[in-house]
């Protein structure tokens, strides 16, 4: 079965410093890879995913994330945090694309951007 | 193109009564999913739809419940709610099976009291 580990259900980063927000998974399969970003009263939206090819994917407002898969990892970063980045992350996983299986999001990460 | 339209956007109700909600997805998606979102459990797979069909469920009991319309709307129902279903409950919709895009809704927040 599939899972995701968030590392942190709070992280907070001063405005202007490193982002990086933590995420691992377990899938029996190459896996398909997802951040997405969730603002206060608001559904959420796609950041960025890795599918194949590039294990660096570059995604909006900054972010980038790496596939590792010697250490099953998928890490968020943004190299300089704005204030409007103070949301809710979700990291999720499926195995495939056509949707036979169901993506699984982790339990989230809430980022607060110190002034 | 409008987003994804959940209704209502709050709802309280009282344990034991049912409650429906609705979900119009972007025209032209015909796969619809389904979460439960609560603080510290993060986002819950619920089912999902497509083509009226029901492609995949998780492991919530059988008083949640969905179904899809022709037109690719989507409504789910809660019977005999618990304390325990207070949730945001949101809804996805993507272009086609592939999936490998989520467009959400702002969800409906649900507290039974």
């Known amino acids: 079965a599939q899972s995701v580990t968030q590392l942190g259900s709070h992280v907070s980063v001063s405005e202007g410093a490193l982002v990086l927000l933590r995420c691992n998974y377990s899938s029996s399969v190459p896996p398909y890879l997802f951040w997405y970003v969730q603002y206060p009263n608001q559904g959420l939206q796609l950041l960025l995913k890795?599918?194949?090819?590039?294990?660096l994917v570059k995604g909006i407002n900054g972010f980038e994330a790496e596939f590792k898969k010697s250490e099953t990892s998928f890490h968020l970063t943004k190299p300089s945090a704005h204030m409007s980045d103070a949301a809710e992350y979700f990291c999720a996983v499926t195995r495939t694309l056509n949707r036979d299986d169901k993506i699984i999001f982790g339990k989230g990460t809430r980022l607060h951007i110190l002034p | 193109k409008a987003g994804v339209t959940q209704t209502p956007r709050y709802l309280i109700k009282t344990r034991g009564q049912q409650v429906t909600l609705s979900c119009s997805p972007i025209s032209g998606h015909r796969s619809v999913s389904w979460y439960q979102q609560t603080p510290g459990q993060g986002l819950q797979f619920l089912f999902e739809?497509?083509?009226?069909?029901?492609?995949n469920k998780g492991n919530f009991p059988g008083r949640f419940s969905g179904r899809q319309f022709s037109n690719s709307r989507s409504e789910m129902n809660v019977s005999t709610l618990e304390l325990g279903d207070s949730a945001l409950y949101l809804c996805?919709?993507?272009?086609?099976?592939?999936?490998?895009?989520?467009?959400f809704g702002s969800g409906t927040q649900l507290s039974v009291l």
């Open positions: 996805a919709s993507s272009s086609d099976r592939g999936g490998e895009k989520l467009f």
């Open positions: 739809y497509f083509s009226e069909t029901q492609r």
């Open positions: 890795y599918t194949t090819g590039a294990t």
